[in-house]
């Protein structure tokens, strides 16, 4: 792959640093009360923005399928939203003694209370009964953050519904009535989310750069690089081993999609909810930093190995289809 071709492909990622680069050059246009109106245009419109997105490219027929696989996604939501944010939570219980920088661990926390990613995150938890990313992930939130939340509990869940829930229904709706258009058009729903994301990630740092109190020693920021791309080799590998088990039930494809729901967090869900949770809070950017390295993170662990997992994949898929056929009557 050519470099212009890599560039084109991970686009977002070089517009997140773009974004970040141009909020500390003129951060005076995306803070509060500035000429974006950030308060309005992106906790309301942007956020519902994304989600209504969500809802219209969500293929409803999809739903029907993942109820066929309720083992794999239930699996997947208690590794995500249970034993992940407990682990992280035991974890930081110990590098809270250490120097690095204590807004930056708050966002670790604020990783391991993440979905996976959103597109995967509404199929698997309707599969399983219910929006867990979106109710649970906030109650994990002020549960292991506290009171760094300086939002009213019933303030957030109600603006949680009317820009995340409310739009994504509005935007199955509006699907059902322009499926065919939808499907001979194919239009960007990814490149449009990323899009708005880009947005909300730029005003939030406008608020850091534009407050001179906060400060992020690069001591901090390259432990936490380490720290994240280790919790994802040992969670991909936890996941791995657990579901190789003789006795787990799952298949190689199944195996395939555990390691890879279960350690992915969702930026597109990640980053609003934050901005809601945490709304006014002025190390809120600091808090945002881990996840979106984790994000750049997942892909690039991600594209490593998926040649390796394919290739073990499609071995241990031939080996169980040998074993499985019946063995030839041996002529006396």
Known sequence: MGLLERLRKEWFILGIVLVIAVARLEPAVGVKGG???????ITYIAVSAIFFNSGLSLKTEELTSALMHVKLHLFVQIFTLVFFPTAIWL???????????????????????????????????????????????????????????????????????????????????????????????KPPFGAISSCVLLMIIYTTFCDTFANPNIDLDKFSLIIIVFIIFSIQMSFMSLTFLFSTRNNSGF??????????????????????????????????????????????????????????????????????????????????
């Open 251 to 332: 298949t190689p494809a199944d195996t395939v999609a555990i390691v890879f729901c279960s350690t992915h967090k969702s930026l597109t869900l990640g980053i609003p909810m934050l901005k809601i949770v945490f709304a006014g809070y002025e190390h809120l950017s600091l808090i945002s930093v881990p996840l979106l390295i984790y994000h750049p993170a997942q892909i690039l662990l991600g594209s490593l190995l998926v040649p390796t997992i394919k290739s073990w994949m499609v071995s241990r898929q031939k080996a169980l289809k040998l074993t499985r056929q019946p063995k030839a009557p041996v002529k006396v």
């Open 91 to 185: 974890f930081l219980q110990l590098l809270s003694i250490t120097p690095i920088n204590e807004w930056l661990l708050k966002g670790l926390q604020t990783v391991g209370c993440m979905p996976p990613p959103v597109s995967s995150a509404v199929i698997l938890t309707k599969a399983v009964g219910g929006n867990e990313g979106i109710v649970i992930t906030p109650l994990l939130l002020l549960l292991f953050l506290g009171s760094s939340s300086s939002v009213p509990f019933t303030s957030i869940f109600s603006q949680l519904f009317m820009t995340v829930v409310v739009p994504l229904i509005i935007g199955q709706i509006v699907r059902r009535y322009i499926k065919d258009w939808l499907e001979r058009k």
């Open 35 to 41: 000429p974006l109106k950030p308060e309005i245009t």
